[in-house]
């Protein structure tokens, strides 16, 4: 094995907002040990940017809900199996694995006799439902690191090392984008509205959400003439994204990366989300917001009784009241899309109340001393490295 001052650290991420994460998580690592780190496992564009060769594309294990999981199931065995006899072979100091529980926990199950501790990165939601899933973790790793500072009871009371670290949106320049230059740069006048649209980032939702999507754009844009649509992407979507924004209103403008995607934010007027990470993105850069999401009905039939939470969005989740408006399931619809969208482009109050509300997120969400959440998961994944596996 490397030494712990240039380790070699195996990552997988499952998903584009894990993505995010392990870069962050490289590059905080890089800055502590030098470039004598080395990196191997599994993840998207901003992990490659960082120096990981993924074993196989992301959009491989990004699937989403019970039901559209099945015809996935062989393929997702297999890169199971891939993972985990790569991260044998590899012999890596520490594996990282990054959200996506349903597939790293499979991984670390087939890990027995391993030599290497397993942190995994981002907990599960016990808190909102299944908090038996806590107990199983706490089987399979050594280390855990949450993003929310009510989480390490959860997990602590199994036995479970757990280091509060902050979420990594924290340090993303999400509120830090340039909208003058984005209206600039496509043509887009000062006084015009300009709506960003975010479909999601799994095959699954992407494909439910675009058509409803687009139905409420042509509302919105029968009654807003002028209107400009903003629509950030991801590699594991844009095709999809693609090909449904051509038929859309408002001259669409197609965005991958994240520089000019917080530029798009900065100068929108509101946007509409399928519920996600970047809700709380949108929530850092203080853009009023309408959060979506549509599953199969068989599925929200299953997770609507595993629920233990009122919300759906983080941001409502955290200030515990529904500061965000969230259109779920039968609620999402067009109609209702359009309208939501629409009273945040005519009502400067519910503007108002829902910045603040932001606001109020953002300073609840800081860290001591400046610190950031990338720097804290390195030190722990570094720590985590010297005192090695936990007792079994």
């Not at 340039?178 to 887009?188: K, S, T």
């Not at 859309?248 to 403008?253: A, D, V, Y």
């Amino acid at each position: 094995m490397a030494s712990s001052a240039a380790p070699h650290i195996f990552l997988v991420a499952t998903e584009p907002s894990g993505d995010l994460m392990g870069a962050s998580l490289m590059a905080a690592l890089r800055r502590r040990c030098g470039d004598g780190v080395r990196f191997s496992g599994v993840g998207g564009a901003r992990m490659a940017a960082e120096g990981l060769d993924s074993l196989f594309p992301l959009a491989d294990i990004a699937v989403m809900g019970a039901v559209e999981l099945v015809p996935q199931l062989p393929r997702l065995f297999n890169r199971i199996r891939r993972t985990a006899e790569a991260a044998l072979a590899a012999k890596p100091d520490a594996l990282v694995s990054i959200d996506g529980l349903a597939f790293n926990a499979r991984v670390a199950a087939r890990l027995a006799g391993r030599a290497f501790p397993i942190v995994h990165f981002v907990a599960p939601k016990v808190w909102a439902w299944r908090p038996g899933r806590a107990r199983k973790l706490a089987g399979l790793v050594d280390h855990l690191m949450v993003q929310l500072p009510f989480e390490p009871p959860w997990f602590e009371r199994y036995g479970l090392p757990t280091t509060y670290v902050g979420h990594p949106i924290i340090e993303t320049a999400a509120g830090q984008g340039d909208g003058a230059r984005f209206r600039q740069a496509h043509d887009i006048a000062p006084d015009a509205r300009l709506l960003t649209v975010l479909p999601g980032s799994r095959r699954g939702e992407v494909q439910k959400l675009l058509p409803v999507f687009g139905e409420a754009l042509q509302q919105l844009a029968a009654r807003h003439p002028g209107l400009r649509v903003a629509v950030p992407t991801v590699e594991t979507v844009a095709h999809l994204v693609r090909a449904a924004a051509q038929s859309w209103p408002g001259e669409p403008i197609l965005i991958e990366g994240d520089g000019e995607k917080y530029d798009a934010f900065a100068g929108s007027d509101a946007a509409l989300a399928a519920s996600g990470t970047v809700a709380l993105e949108l929530g850092m850069a203080r853009v009023p917001s309408v959060i979506a999401y549509l599953i199969n009905p068989l599925t929200a039939f299953v997770v609507r009784r595993l629920l233990t939470t009122k919300y759906a969005n983080l941001v409502n989740i955290m200030l515990d009241r529904p500061a965000v408006p969230e259109l779920l399931q039968e609620n999402c619809t067009p109609d209702k899309l359009a309208a939501a969208i629409d009273r945040l482009l005519t009502d400067p109050a519910a503007v108002a109340a829902q910045r603040e509300a932001y606001a109020e997120v953002a300073r609840m969400m800081l860290l001591p001393d400046g610190a950031v959440p990338g720097d804290r998961a390195a030190d722990v994944v570094l720590d985590v490295i010297r005192q090695g596996r936990r007792p079994a």
